[in-house]
């Protein structure tokens, strides 16, 4: 834990923060790193290679990014993205990258310390979020270089580490230490805190001020406890004026609700393959390992199964050519590991001879039930029952974020109330230009809860937050 956590978190009397960021994730360190007086200027040199976008930018030489019109710089932009602010800071940061191209950032940064806004940023994990619970030698989907953070290309850190991009990707385990390497570089560590679990946040009607007037800002009241090395728990109480949710959504596994599933052959994530291969309770002697799930998850624990020589049946309930599927959006020459489990789920169907051993597929099967001997209980497309005996059970089917800590979960600050919430069918309802809640003023969310899933992408939501918070302070009373 920083000296800022022993000092402060169990002071519920001290000063208001101006931001409680909860989440320590690539969100939560972007936003840190930009409150924290980090400053982006358009190179007085440089030409963006999108005209519109160089048009505006000479309009205001000299002017900080955060300090110009989101909206305005971001109009006419297109790409990958759906968050105009996120598509304007990647434009930024990586000018050509989705023509191929690897021009550098027409950004500088300057550390304008007085500029730095107090904030604190909690997580459960050390920096880096969910990032440090992935399997190491897992190689991520987005190319190497579109995960890095600002002022430290993941590239020049690697040739630093002696570490290398495997066809322009990085290994999980790489990005994990890259994270927490870019907090101590950026001297960012004092404002972070390990270790903590937020289990409630709480604001109220907003007090009149001295003078009489009205602050439209409740207060957010944030509380929980902090877990030491010991395992001991602390609680912590603190004050703030914003709080800002980058928790990801990784918290909770998505379930079957079917009968068996709490069985403990059945699990819901794929550290669980990789204890149970470590510890010789799966070999390729054993039944098959079932996983369940047709997307990139569930692609990395056949991977990782057929790495070992471990016997798997892969049941899924679309078709292999559903345009849905992750597999028939991503291009094979950048993930052919990908396409690889793709052909097999396609090629080796039980339904057909098999060119490969020890891989079954079960496309348009739906899962009925778990039995406690180990079996589980199919709908096949033609209606028939199907039961096949297995070792351990994976179901990789997504997940959803855990906002228990907020008043009814969360889900009143949905896009949709009445629906789950979802990073990719219901996000939390921001503003597209500061990522404020539409439904409470002070409460933001960023990355996936506000519906920006790649770490790509992410940072643009923490310039929106940061700019919010910077021209809410600059308009404070003295």
Known sequence: MSNWGKDHLGTSSSEPLTAVIIGNGPSGICLSYLLSGYTPYVKPDAVHPHPLLQRKLAEAPGVSILDQDLNYLSEGLEGRCQSPVALLFDALLRPDTDFGGDMESVLTWKHQKERAIPHVVLGRNLPGGAWHSIEGSMVTLSRGQWMGLPDLPVKDWMCRKRRGLRNSRA???????????????????????????????????????????????????????????DRSQQPFSLCARNVVLATGTSDSPARLGL????????????????????????????????????????????????????????????????????????????????????????????????????????????????????????????????????????????????????????????????????????????????????????????????????????????????????????????
Do not use: C
């Not at 790489?174 to 390497?181: K, N, Q």
């Not at 899933?453 to 310039?463: H, P, S, T």
């Open 171 to 229: 290994t999980a385990g790489d990005i994990a230490h890259y994270y927490r390497d870019y907090v101590i570089k950026k001297g960012l560590g004092p404002n972070f805190v390990s270790g903590a679990v937020v289990t409630a946040v709480e604001w109220g009607i907003p007090e009149p001020s001295g003078s009489g007037a009205q602050d439209p800002s409740p207060l957010f009241h944030v509380s929980g406890f902090l877990t030491a090395e």
């Open 259 to 478: 009968p068996g599933e709490a069985l403990p052959f059945i699990h819901h994530e794929l550290s669980a393959l990789e204890v149970a291969t470590r510890a010789g309770l799966v070999t390729p002697a054993s039944d098959p390992v079932l996983i369940v799930g047709a997307g990139l998850s569930a692609a990395d624990a056949v991977l990782y199964a057929r790495h070992y020589n471990i016997p798997v049946i892969h049941a899924f309930r679309r078709p292999v050519d559903d345009p849905g599927l992750v597999f028939n959006q991503l291009p094979k020459m950048l993930y052919p590991e990908y396409h690889k489990v793709h052909q097999m789920m396609r090629e080796q169907s039980i339904l057909s001879p098999s060119p490969y051993e020890g891989y079954r597929s079960l496309p348009e099967h739906q899962l009925l039930l778990f039995k406690e001997d180990r079996q589980a209980v199919f709908r096949d497309p033609k209606g028939l029952q199907k039961v096949f005996g297995v070792s351990l059970v994976l179901v990789l089917i997504g997940s959803h974020p855990n906002l228990s800590f907020l008043p009814g979960a969360g889900t009143d600050l949905a896009v949709d109330p009445d629906q789950p919430l979802s990073a990719k069918r219901n996000p939390i309802d921001v503003d597209p230009f500061t990522y404020q809640s539409t439904q409470q003023e002070g409460l933001y969310a960023m990355g996936p809860l506000a519906g920006d899933n790649f770490v790509r992408f992410v940072q643009g939501g923490a310039l929106a937050v940061a700019s919010s918070l910077m021209r809410k302070e600059a308009s404070k009373p003295p």
